[in-house]
């Protein structure tokens, strides 16, 4: 097995089934991702539900291509009964293939991570779901119009961001190998969503961020109620069952090892110590 050395490495470079026009500029969701409230006790934000039921039952059309993705990465309209949003629709079809996870999975995790989040209450993940489209199934995700004002790199620095400390959380329970300042998704009212959770609930400790600012630090308050909320969830059976039907077995086992052992220690993890523990390229 090759040593890892950078971000995401790929035995053969992918593409689309066919190609499509490039990426045009996005436009406003007529879906609301969420109405500003953070979601109580683990359920889904209030836009969530329609978000999910439009994504699942829209028309799904490809309007251009994420060029600077590194995989088929789609910008699509979604529209049913009137309503329309703007997606992001990944096609499995479209997938690198990578040495450290089993091909054609990536879709699924990004799936499980909309799981985990709208589990703890996080509201981290914008409503993600598994559904066929022009390129067969794929995951499909709400477009989050974000503040194009906002300074990515000053943000991501950022230690006193209550939300993305949630994010940096949130990243050490999905076991997130690729958290890059690119995939911070900040709206004008202060929220924080991100995106591309498709290397993430590895097996083996491989979390690789721009977020270590917290490093050994003790947990906050609300990081161990989201935790516990996890905890139960997952012994309850609810969200390991959803995890059940994307991920391995053993990678569900390590989900929850990975929520036990931050509530037995209460601090934010440290990077690993033989892998690479901040993306490449970081933005
Ligand atoms: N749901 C979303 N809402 C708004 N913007 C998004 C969303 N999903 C992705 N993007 C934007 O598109 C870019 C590319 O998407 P993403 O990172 O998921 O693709 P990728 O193929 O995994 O790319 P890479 O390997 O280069 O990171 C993101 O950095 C982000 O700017
Ligand atoms: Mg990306």
């Known amino acids: 097995m090759p040593e890892p050395v950078s971000g995401r490495r790929a035995q053969r470079p992918g593409r689309p089934a066919r190609p499509v026009?490039?990426?045009?500029?996005?436009?406003?969701?007529?879906?609301?991702?969420?109405?500003?409230?953070?979601?109580?006790?683990?359920?889904?934000?209030?836009?969530?539900?329609?978000?999910?039921?439009?994504?699942?039952?829209?028309?799904?059309?490809?309007?251009?291509?994420?060029?600077?993705?590194?995989?088929?990465?789609?910008?699509?309209?979604v529209s049913h009964r009137g309503v329309q949003a703007a997606c992001v629709y990944k096609p499995v079809a479209g997938e690198r293939p990578l040495w450290d996870f089993p091909p054609g999975t990536l879709a699924g995790r990004e799936v499980a991570a909309y799981a985990v989040s709208r589990a703890a209450g996080w509201g981290i993940v914008p409503p993600t779901i598994m559904r066929d489209g022009p390129f067969g199934p794929g995951m499909c995700q709400l477009w989050i119009d974000a503040d194009a004002s906002t300074d990515l790199i000053a943000l991501a620095r950022s230690c006193d961001h209550s939300q993305l400390r949630d994010m940096a959380v949130f990243d050490a329970v999905v076991n997130n190998a690729d958290r890059k300042i690119g995939h911070l998704l900040p709206l004008p009212d202060g929220r924080l969503y991100g995106c591309d959770h498709g290397v993430c609930f590895g097996e083996e400790y491989k979390l690789r961020t721009v977020l270590w600012q917290w490093r050994g630090r003790r947990l906050p308050g609300r990081a161990l109620r989201a935790l516990a909320r996890l905890q139960e969830k997952m012994a309850s059976g609810g969200l390991a069952g959803e995890l059940a039907a994307l991920l391995s077995p053993a990678e569900v086992r390590a989900t929850s090892e990975r929520i036990d052992l931050l509530i037995q220690h209460r601090v934010h993890p440290y990077p690993p110590e033989n892998w690479p523990a901040v993306p490449w390229p970081p933005v």
């Open 21 to 77: 026009r490039a990426g045009r500029a996005p436009r406003k969701p007529a879906v609301p991702a969420g109405d500003g409230e953070r979601p109580p006790a683990g359920q889904a934000a209030p836009g969530d539900e329609a978000a999910l039921e439009l994504l699942a039952s829209g028309t799904l059309e490809v309007e251009g291509r994420l060029v600077e993705a590194s995989n088929a990465t789609l910008y699509c309209s």
